[in-house]
């Protein structure tokens, strides 16, 4: 009779030990999703990253990767919280005539309207099954309107669901990481605005393999190349940094946000 106690803690351990130490949905399966959901992780992060050019030394996934390894640290950082499946396919300019980075092979873009009413039936869904807080992060421009736009819309329609949608933009524009980089004595020149410093060592400090070194040179090292600033001045130091900086805040923001909307 003394054995069946151990016996139960043992299967109990054994049964615990296969739900993974995960917080994306996607390495779960329903059932666990569900018992997350009774045990209070009722807030969930909606990232949207995107396929498009990032000079000749970063693969084209780049903000699919980053935003990914981002939510991640976010979700811990925030508590009780899932992150769904990055949203890879966002707007990326005109195809046909193409303009911005569709010029360059391997972008795939989509209609503004299709990504809104993805993501909008993405936020129903999430809804559905029990998340309360529904968290917008974004790791392009482009994205940002039609987040910010799908969030308004659902937070008019569900004033009394229990339910919210918190578009956080400054996980984009905040510029934290650009003033530190100046304070390190770099230029916003060399900083720019597309696969320059920041850029490129955000990526190094995701995955240094999803950057070909060989290929770093300032503004590309040839006219259209897609950059935009140095990035041989980039390093995985820096890369460590920015994503610090940008983990931090967005975490604070989420929190704050969601403490916010049960005022």
């Known amino acids: 009779m003394k054995l069946l106690p151990l016996l139960s803690m043992s299967a109990l351990c054994a049964a615990i030990a296969q739900v993974p130490d995960t917080v994306f949905l996607e390495e779960l399966t329903w059932a666990e999703c569900r018992d997350a959901l009774k045990a209070g992780k009722t807030t969930v992060i909606v990232p949207t990253g995107g396929n498009e050019q990032n000079g000749p030394h970063m693969v084209l996934g780049k903000h699919n990767f980053r935003i990914r390894y981002t939510s991640n640290l976010i979700a811990r950082h925030v508590g009780n919280t899932l992150v769904a499946p990055v949203m890879s396919y966002v707007p990326g300019g005109r195809i046909d005539p193409p303009e911005g980075h569709m010029r360059m092979a391997g972008t795939i873009s989509i209609p503004d309207d299709v990504f809104r009413k993805v993501l909008e039936s993405t936020a129903r869904s999430l809804a559905q099954h029990g998340f309360r807080d529904i968290v917008f992060i974004g790791d392009s421009g482009p994205n940002q309107p039609g987040m910010k736009a799908v969030a308004e819309m659902l937070n008019h329609e569900w004033p009394k669901s229990g339910a919210r949608v918190h578009f956080i933009p400054e996980y984009y524009s905040k510029t934290d ?20 410093i920041k850029d490129t060592a955000l990526l190094l ?4 393999k999803l950057v070909r070194k060989g290929k770093i040179k300032k503004g590309g090292g040839f006219q259209g190349s897609g950059v935009d600033g140095n990035p041989e001045r980039a390093s995985v130091a820096y890369g460590k940094k920015g994503i610090e900086l940008l983990v931090n805040d967005t975490a604070q923001r989420i929190r704050a946000a969601i403490l916010d909307s049960r005022r």
């Open 177 to 196: 990481f650009d003033e530190w980089l100046l304070k390190q004595g770099e230029t916003k020149a060399d900083i720019g605005t597309h696969a320059g």
């Open 205 to 208: 400090g995701v995955n240094p």
